[in-house]
């Protein structure tokens, strides 16, 4: 297996620390944190619904609030993604590395 790409583990256990410090844990539950991560998912696409690929590339420059805005919605998309994998145990890492593994495997470099 390659070397994975990414280590969430910091992230989850500051995540972790975060909820534990504010007594969360019992509402962290796979269910509750993958309809927050539904409901952020839904935030993010409410700001790319109705721009062209132009409109987004030039958000930046345009309108740096809602550039921003945009960045605390993928954020929000990280972050519940990231503490649902630690919630269910899942290690991110590995488990990327092997679907990009699998997925260079079905879908190979095309050959020239």
Do not use: C
């Amino acid at each position: 297996m390659p070397t994975p790409p990414l280590d969430l583990s910091p992230l989850q256990a500051q995540l972790r620390a975060f909820a534990q410090a504010r007594g969360w844990q019992p509402h962290h539950t796979p269910r509750n944190l993958l309809l927050a991560l539904v409901g952020e998912v839904g935030e993010l696409a409410e700001i790319l619904q109705w721009r062209s690929d132009a409109e987004l590339a030039a958000l930046a420059q345009d309108n740096p609030t809602e550039w921003e805005h945009l960045g605390e919605e993928l954020a929000d998309v990280q972050i519940y993604l990231a503490r649902l994998a630690d919630v269910l145990g899942v290690d991110m890492a590995a488990a990327v590395a092997d679907k990009l593994d699998k997925n260079a495997r079905k879908y190979p470099e095309p050959q020239s």
